[in-house]
């Protein structure tokens, strides 16, 4: 999923402004209440600039999909670059519960998520561009698992692509809940299962919890050190 934007900077400035105009109407109302003309009126573009760089609403979705996929991975960069180690990992999923909370159990929603979960089985064409989003996001840490794999701290069997999978999966079912609940540990509780699910494909034996600390005492600082002293299994700290 990569859209072709104009090339030329007032194109640019005229798709941009009816991408975030459209992605702040689908999050704060959802894409089916949203109608081109609430888009037109909010981006203060005219239908024929709209219709000139989107064929349609289906188009328009897969371009904000982008957008806000864009945007939210830039914010996890850093940690994306490091999946391929235990630490890394570790400190990947003690930071993505502060990219959907801005307050104590204050949750919001997952950009890629909540499209899903509107639109997944409404069109094909947008659709495909969900499984694209999923498998960019995904593609991280699953590179991540298969460089493990290759030097051995991973079974043999472990399947990078799936592993990668179940662990978004797991974190969209927190959020899904902790909305639900309005209880934050319910995000923290689901990643450290998904971590213990990670392990369980170790080579040789893991860490106890008592040698390694969870990501909800790593982010609450229970007097376990910083993120970033958490080192490799069995390290001397």
Known sequence: MTLTKPPT???????????????????????????????????????????????????????????????????????????????????????LPSEFSDAPDVIAACPIGALAAELAGTDEQVRQALAEAFDRWTGHLAAGLTAMRDRGELTAEADPVRLARMTIATLQGGLLLARTYRDADLVHSTLEAAYAGLRSHARGQGPSSAEEPSSTAALRGDGLGDRADVGEPGAER
């Not at 798709?15 to 888009?39: C, H, M, Q, Y």
């Not at 830039?74 to 570790?90: T, V």
């Open 9 to 95: 900077e007032r194109g640019r400035r005229t798709w941009e402004k009816i991408v975030v105009a459209a992605a702040e109407l689908f999050r704060s109302g959802g894409v089916r209440a949203t109608s081109i003309e609430d888009v037109l009126v909010r981006s203060g573009c005219g239908k024929s600039q709209l219709y000139h760089h989107f064929s349609g609403k289906a188009d328009l979705v897969t371009a904000v999909l982008e957008y806000q996929l864009d945007r939210f991975l830039a914010g996890q960069k850093p940690f994306l670059d490091e999946l391929d180690s235990w630490p890394g990992i570790r400190r990947w999923l003690d930071e």
